[in-house]
């Protein structure tokens, strides 16, 4: 395995092994795609060998795949994240001339839709190290009905110093903000901003990109309410951070380049580095520099993970390397147990303290871990 393969093999979507040495796929030389986009493009040619009567939807629940954005083009598009080898410009160029849609860069990642006919075309790009799948981002949502505005007492704050968020704008990354529809009834109830609205906030939402591509709750427009609830007189925007790494960063300067003073998220994508800043965290870094306060929902993970140094087992994997020992006593045990309630899946990040090739370039990951 190369030292920039084992990046994209970090996260794993399902439960099951995921190593390239064990599992085959038809073809075995599509080390680009990786194992997920290799699957997908053989589910879907197989489809199309079928007849592809119905809407085809891919095993894996976590890719992102949608209907193709052209009217008269009827092959589905995937989310995809990739990687450019060397200069991003040039990737991006080869990926729009195989159809990508939708697409952006920013450092060495370029984000896009691309038509499920064209991935096997991917491994023939010289401008491409890896591509993965945009996987479904998780949103830190809350479990009851928000008390934000009496629990914070901003609505004493407000009557007690007079102020309302006017001449402030905050924006707001998530993952759509009106895909489901309903945004224009909710300014009409006084929830958001717009025209009609009952208090006189009239200023609309500006909705820089939203995300109809995928399956989404709205949540953004969620957060918008909020933010409306705290602070009824300030200006507010939206942009979408579902559609990628490269699409979220941009979204951020956007954000800020459309006059947002304050930047919140609730989105976190398993890809992003856990021991380096990537690409997201950059751009937050440039917005702050510049004025904009930027707050990001963490979320609590911390009872989902498990974390250590390498410790030698001493027992040889078939595959190649040895084992990690996870048992703290003077035992040795190679298995880490887990519990799935039936009928669940389970999405698993796995990193270690090595540079991404995605981030830095380079070789990449000197180190060879499989789960």
């Known amino acids: 395995m190369d030292s920039t393969q084992e990046e994209r093999d970090r ?12 599992l085959s796929t038809k073809d075995e030389s599509k080390f680009k795609l990786g194992l997920d986009l290799t699957q997908l493009s053989e589910e879907y040619e197989d489809f199309v060998e079928q007849g592809g009567s119905d809407d085809f939807e891919p095993s894996n629940p976590l890719i992102q795949v949608g209907d193709n954005i052209e009217d008269t083009v009827d092959i589905p598009v995937v989310a995809i994240e990739a990687v450019a080898s060397g200069e991003t410009d040039v990737l991006l160029s080869d990926l729009e001339a195989l159809g990508l849609q939708n697409s952006v860069s920013f450092g060495r990642i370029v984000n896009g839709l691309l038509p499920l006919d064209a991935l096997e075309s991917l491994e023939e790009l010289n401008t491409l190290q890896f591509v993965r799948p945009v996987y479904q981002p998780l949103t830190n949502i809350g479990a ?7 629990s914070m007492r901003s609505d004493i704050a407000r009557s007690t110093f007079g102020v309302d968020g006017s001449g402030v704008t905050v924006g707001v990354l998530s993952d759509s903000y009106n ?27 500006n909705v820089l990109l939203d995300d109809f591509f995928f399956f989404n709750i709205d949540e953004g427009r969620g957060m918008l309410q909020l933010v409306h609830d705290v602070a009824p007189g300030a200006d507010l925007a939206f ?17 800020a380049a459309a006059g947002s003073d304050v930047i919140v998220d609730d989105i976190i994508y398993l890809a992003e580095p856990m021991f ?8 937050v870094d ?18 989902r993970s498990y974390e250590s140094a390498f410790v030698s087992s001493g027992i040889p994997d078939p595959a190649g390397g040895v084992y990690h020992d996870f048992d703290p006593s003077a035992g040795i045990d190679i298995l880490q147990g887990l519990t799935i309630p039936v009928g669940e899946d389970i999405a698993i990040a796995f990193q270690w303290d090595s540079p991404f090739f995605s981030v830095s370039g380079g070789t ?5 871990l499989n789960i």
């Open 239 to 255: 942009h979408t951070a579902s559609l990628g790494q490269a699409s979220f960063a941009q979204g951020i300067l956007d954000l």
């Open 276 to 283: 380096q800043d990537g690409i997201i965290a950059q751009a």
């Open 286 to 303: 440039q917005v702050v520099s510049n004025s904009s306060a930027y707050f990001s929902s963490a979320g609590n993970q911390e009872r």
């Open 11 to 22: 996260f794993s979507p399902i439960s099951t092994d995921r190593s390239f040495r064990l």
């Open 179 to 205: 895909a489901l529809g309903g945004a224009g009834t909710d300014v009409l109830t006084g929830d958001l901003p717009g025209v009609g609205n009952p208090f006189g906030n009239t200023t609309p939402v």
């Open 144 to 150: 009851t009905t928000s008390q934000a505005d009496v």
């Open 364 to 368: 990449g990951s000197p180190n060879d």
